[in-house]
């Protein structure tokens, strides 16, 4: 109930309020801001967002990767590469369909190599 009751909170407040709760050390409340903003699709929340893909939360990290993909920012392209670096090739899909979703020179070139030379079948699938 009181995650329902954050998402509510959050929808009503400023998109100001909403960037500085994606610093809140509840993950809570920063899931609920990012929610928002990916409905919002602000362009101003991307180098936020992007920040948030190294949440220490593996769930708000996810949650960035989708609210970037909803806005549609090809800034979010690099550090969702980046973001591979640091996962299992058994949890990169979500992101290489992020990158794949925002497309670009940068995110085709990457998806090619990976194609081609990714050690994990998985992953050039």
Do not use: C, W
């Amino acid at each position: 109930m009181a995650a329902l009751d954050q998402q509510i909170q959050a929808r009503d407040k400023t998109e100001e309020a909403l960037l500085r709760d994606l610093t809140d050390p509840d993950a809570r409340i920063r899931d609920s801001a990012i929610r928002v903003l990916a409905d919002r699709r602000s362009p101003a929340a991307v180098p936020h967002l992007i920040a948030r893909l190294q949440d220490p939360n593996p769930e708000v990290a996810r949650r960035a990767a989708g609210a970037l993909i909803a806005i549609g920012d090809r800034r979010a392209v690099t550090p969702l590469i980046d973001m591979t670096r640091h996962r299992r090739p058994e949890d990169a899909g979500p992101i290489l369909y992020a990158i794949a979703s925002l497309g670009g020179p940068e995110a085709e070139a990457f998806l090619f190599t990976l194609e081609s030379g990714a050690p994990d079948e998985e992953t050039r699938r």
